[in-house]
């Protein structure tokens, strides 16, 4: 992929990509936490819940990108606030996705890395303004993108100066109606072998079913990944969005076990 410059491997090593004391490409890293800011003591008691299971950063959105515009569309600068109150109480370092290239300056303020969802993925202006930023940047790849799109798209943002990328497999359209989607596990050794970058996977978009994400999870560890992001919800049937693949966090916690356990494992193996 001769137009991959910042991005591909060429030998130098890896890239750590820091975020607080949260090291993509370096430790396992797990973000977990709602699909959406939903109140404050939601979030709260989600975020004292994924901490105490072992997450390293929390999620939540709070700029939603809905297929209907009637939809719940995320509580915006209410929710930035009740994520850093979050991060307050529990020490995690907090992601949020941004949809538009005029929040990426604000929500840096309260953001400590900021996501580009699968919708936006070839969204370039925006890929240039988070380029630009000082925050990291965690890219999902498109459900409709090919590997090569996805990784010109984080070329996009190093293009701009900013040379924290993570990326993130989240699950791509097939023929398949099942699942939601289908987690795309290739991309992860393929992405690590053409770039230099951590690369994730989001096991919760990918399957869109509770009871396959904990499976997917520990499939993740195994291709590689250098880390995942769940959705986590305290009461999963009143979730605003998202709530088939939310796990509860007595569920979540005892993958976490198991996902510690066999990234121990591969470590080893290395
Ligand atoms: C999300 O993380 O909640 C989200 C909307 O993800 P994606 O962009 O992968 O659909
Ligand atoms: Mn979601």
Redesign the pocket.
């Known amino acids: 992929m001769k137009h991959l410059k910042l991005t591909s491997l060429n030998g130098a090593g890896r890239t750590t990509v820091r975020v607080g004391s949260v090291a993509f490409g370096t430790d396992f890293v797990v973000i977990a936490g709602p699909?959406s800011v939903e109140s404050e003591e939601q979030t709260l008691q989600t975020a004292h819940a994924v901490r105490e299971a072992g997450a390293n950063m929390l999620r939540g959105?709070v700029f939603k990108?809905r297929t209907s515009p009637y939809a719940f569309q995320g509580l915006g600068l209410q929710g930035l606030k009740i994520l850093a109150r979050a991060r307050e109480e529990t020490g995690l370092p907090i992601v949020t996705?941004v949809l538009d290239t005029r929040d990426v300056s604000w929500v840096s303020e309260y953001a400590d890395m900021l996501?580009v969802?699968?919708?936006n993925m070839q969204n370039f202006s925006l890929l240039k303004e988070v380029g630009k930023s000082s925050r990291p940047v965690l890219l999902?790849r498109g459900m409709h993108s090919t590997i090569e799109e996805w990784l010109s798209a984080a070329e996009y943002v190093l293009a701009e100066g900013n040379p924290n990328v993570v990326l993130c497999e989240?699950g791509i359209r097939t023929f398949e109606t099942y699942t939601r989607n289908t987690l795309d596990l290739n991309s992860v050794p393929a992405a690590k072998e053409l770039t230099h970058l951590p690369v994730i996977t989001?096991p919760s978009?990918g399957c869109g079913r509770v009871n396959l994400i904990p499976t997917m999870a520990l499939a993740s560890v195994a291709a590689g990944a250098d880390g995942m992001m769940i959705e986590v919800h305290c009461k999963p049937e009143e979730a605003l969005s998202?709530k088939d693949q939310a796990l509860t966090p007595d569920v979540f916690s005892v993958m976490m076990r198991k996902v510690r356990s066999l990234s121990r494992y591969m470590q080893e193996l290395a």
């Open positions: 699909c959105g990108p996705e996501q969802g699968a919708r999902k989240r989001d978009h998202d």
